[in-house]
């Protein structure tokens, strides 16, 4: 057989694997829920019950390390702090990433399941706090196990690179930049296509949400220091009152919203701490308050961002602070551009995906409901050249969410402590999309070839 008939083959084959209908009869999905059955929900349930927060993920780095090598990768650990970097090599073709993050929040878990989580530990700022996935990244991470054991065992049906990112930090929106720093693109091979999932507690389960454009919005943490003159509350005039400054700066902060930014965009910029002061007669030397920023533009972010600078500075001055007084404007390392899913990549998988699950499971229209945001923006910024695509997956079943639209149990949020999901019906079918997706761009005469 000479190279040309057996590339056909085997792209007839992988065509006859996305047009199939996904049921428990055909083979990509039956193997998939046997594996949930023997190997991925006793990972789900480990993963759930010791989480691990940011930069402390330990743990669970060595679990993810292990299960990638079993699958025959090549695995770097410690990329990024505590991120894991795992190589299939399948022949020539190209390079495709898949990102799971993996890390817990700062939360005692109420949610009443059985295996909920009980762990403590200690932040990075050196504080014991309770811990739990209050945010789902257990599924992905289990999910990115189904996903390299499929594709290990589908090698007749793909030819290229995958690199599987287990990602740290993604709850404080540090953990992509720390690898991408660390040498992602320099020290692996450079994607040419960035694949991730999110699974969604609002969504029905069975259902994708995927749509070109944006996906998540910036979001920026921003401190500011006032620097006044303290004095007895009683002898105001003697003093220059933080106060005071920090009041006016809050009030005039709303203005880039209503008055610097145009109608037809968004933006949000909230305080969400405002500390001075010890005692009701002593007007303090300082304070110091912390804002969330978020846009869905990011031209309208640096817009925010340099008019929080200005506003601040000006209002020292407009009270008389001397120069080296003036407030300081901290953006923080909790940062992250706007997340933008590739128009061509995502008009693609979504076409996949209708072939494979049926044009009623997916959502491609859903509107935003708040200005969440996602550090994968990193992987797929526009100096990247990495076209990415970004996704939901359902995780809570229709009856739940019609009972609640009913006026029954309300649906739990994300960051909550009641906070769940249904595992099997959100990892099987993640598991399924993401290994859909992968076959589709490592079919044969699919863009470049790898090193």
């Known amino acids: 057989m000479n190279r040309a008939t057996a590339w056909g083959l085997i792209g007839s084959a992988m065509a006859l694997v996305l047009a199939a209908p996904a049921s428990a009869q055909d083979a990509l999905g039956s193997a998939v829920a046997k594996d949930y059955d023997t190997k991925l929900e006793a990972l789900f349930l480990d993963f759930h019950a010791n989480p691990e927060l940011s930069f402390k993920e330990t743990r669970t780095a060595k679990i993810m ?8 990768a090549v695995v ?10 795992g190589i299939m090599k399948n022949g020539p073709g190209p390079v495709i990433m898949v990102r799971a993050d993996m890390d817990g929040l700062p939360l005692a878990e109420d949610s ?4 909920l989580s009980k762990a403590r530990q200690v932040d990075i700022d050196g504080t014991e706090k309770p811990v739990m ?12 196990v189904g996903t390299a054991r499929q594709l290990a065992a589908m090698k007749d049906q793909w030819k290229g690179t995958v690199v599987f990112v287990v990602q740290p930090a993604e709850e404080r929106i540090g953990g992509a930049a720390k690898m991408i720093e660390d040498g992602l693109y320099t020290r692996f091979p450079k994607p040419d296509y960035a694949l991730a999932f999110h699974v969604s507690s609002g969504t029905p389960t069975g259902k994708i949400e995927i749509q070109p454009g944006l996906t998540a919005s910036s979001s920026d943490s921003v401190d500011i220091t006032i620097f006044g003159v303290g004095t007895h509350g009683a002898y105001p005039h003697m003093g220059k009152d933080p106060i005071l400054i920090g009041a006016e700066i809050v009030v005039a902060l709303q203005t880039l919203i209503s008055r610097e930014i145009s109608p037809l965009e968004a933006g949000v910029v909230t305080v969400g701490s405002f500390h001075s002061g010890f005692k009701h007669n002593i007007i303090s030397d300082k304070a110091e308050l912390q804002l969330t920023v978020r846009s869905n533009d990011n031209a309208v972010r640096t817009k925010l961002l340099d008019g929080i600078k200005r506003i ?21 390392f909790e940062s992250t ?6 128009t061509p990549l995502t008009e693609r998988i979504t076409k996949t995906f209708s072939r494979r699950f049926g044009a009623d499971a997916l959502l491609t229209a859903e509107p935003q409901t708040g200005m969440g945001a996602e550090d994968f923006a990193y992987f797929v910024a526009p100096n990247t050249d990495v076209p990415g695509l970004y996704f939901n997956v359902g995780g809570t079943p229709q009856a739940e969410i019609d009972a609640a639209k009913a006026g029954g ?16 019906e959100s990892i099987t079918l993640a598991t399924e999309a993401m290994v859909t997706a992968v076959i589709d761009l490592l079919g044969p005469g699919n863009g470049p070839t790898a090193d």
């Open 409 to 424: 149990p309300p649906i739990p949020a994300h960051h909550s402590p009641f906070f769940k999901v249904a595992p099997r």
């Open 312 to 332: 601040a500075e000006n209002v020292g001055r407009m009270n008389g602070l001397p120069e080296d007084k003036l407030p300081k404007v901290r953006v923080g």
């Open 112 to 115: 009443g399941l059985p295996y």
């Open 337 to 342: 551009p706007v997340t933008v899913n590739d």
């Open 65 to 72: 390390a292990a299960e990638l090598r079993a699958t025959g």
């Open 76 to 85: 770097t650990e410690g990329v990024g702090v505590t991120g894991v970097v």
């Open 133 to 144: 996935h209050a945010c789902g990244h257990d599924t992905h991470i289990t999910s990115m």
